[in-house]
């Protein structure tokens, strides 16, 4: 059952740009990643937003809860998402998702990214000007002209790749080369439509072949999809990845067949 928060009050005098974290134990990254948020909050409102912070602990082993919890007593626009049990990154998408269509409306926005501060919030902005231009959805993409990589392993790179021409063959979605980044921007309408499509099984995948599920489906569902360059800082993460490369391959191979033949 994904938790969802129903009390927010939905009319607010500017649009909201909700912003989804997923959490697994990032309390080395957590904190200057919302840092980042909230110093980019005067930008966003200057372009109509007025920002939301929610991260989901995906119940932590480590202090990131803890530090959540600080941030939300802190700043009233944090307010985090508890999982009470571990239902990995599919989960969090779910329960981001859900909470933002619950608590929100037309016109607003959800950003996802990852919660290692890999991602650099800065980049949002053009990704929302490039929204203006009737998109659906914009990707934070790794191959486009601009774009750059910071300490990812080469081994992890070429993987990225291939994943990138394996999905473009099985799926072929117009306008997109990178299926896999987390970090998008998603209009309230094409989640709403997307969600009315597949209802509870719009995110089905636990694992990070999730977010190419999600991609694929909203696509299916009409969605206009478009990307801008970025530069990933992975040598910013601290700790442990939590991929598991063996499983979530798999999980992406069979994962991709199926959605192409609509199962």
């Not at 009390?7 to 200057?32: D, Q, R, S, T, W």
């Not at 989901?56 to 009233?76: G, H, Q």
């Not at 490039?130 to 300490?151: M, P, Q, T, W």
């Not at 798999?250 to 609509?262: P, T």
């Amino acid at each position: 059952m994904v938790e969802v928060v129903n009390n927010e009050e939905k009319l607010m005098a500017n649009k909201k740009i909700f912003v989804g974290l997923p959490c697994y134990n990032e309390e080395k990254n957590i904190g200057k990643l919302l840092d980042s948020w909230l110093d980019l909050a005067d930008d966003l409102l200057q372009r109509g937003y007025e920002l939301v912070l929610r991260p989901v602990d995906d119940k932590s082993s480590d202090k990131t809860k803890d530090i959540l919890e600080a941030y939300a007593n802190k700043y009233s626009n944090i307010k985090p998402i508890y999982h009470k049990e571990n239902k990995n990154l599919g989960g969090g998408l779910n329960s981001i998702i859900n909470t933002f269509l619950a608590n929100c409306q037309r016109g607003d926005l959800l950003a996802v990214m990852d919660g290692d501060y890999t991602h650099l919030p800065i980049f949002s902005l053009s990704m929302i000007d490039k929204l203006a231009y009737s998109y659906d959805i914009v990707i934070a993409s790794r191959y486009r002209k601009g774009s750059e990589i910071h300490g990812l392993s080469k081994f992890r790179e070429m993987m990225s790749i291939g994943a990138r021409i394996y999905y473009s063959l099985v799926l072929g979605i117009k306008g997109v080369r990178d299926y896999t980044c987390g970090y998008r921007i998603y209009t309230y309408e094409i989640l709403e439509e997307g969600k009315n499509k597949y209802k509870e099984n719009l995110v089905q995948n636990t694992s990070f072949a999730c977010m190419m599920e999600l991609l694929y489906k909203l696509y299916k569902s009409g969605a206009k999809i478009a990307e801008v360059p970025f530069v990933l800082k992975y040598d910013n993460k601290e700790g442990e990845s939590k991929m598991n490369v063996g499983k979530t391959s798999k999980d992406s191979i069979v994962s991709a067949i199926k959605l192409r033949l609509g199962k």
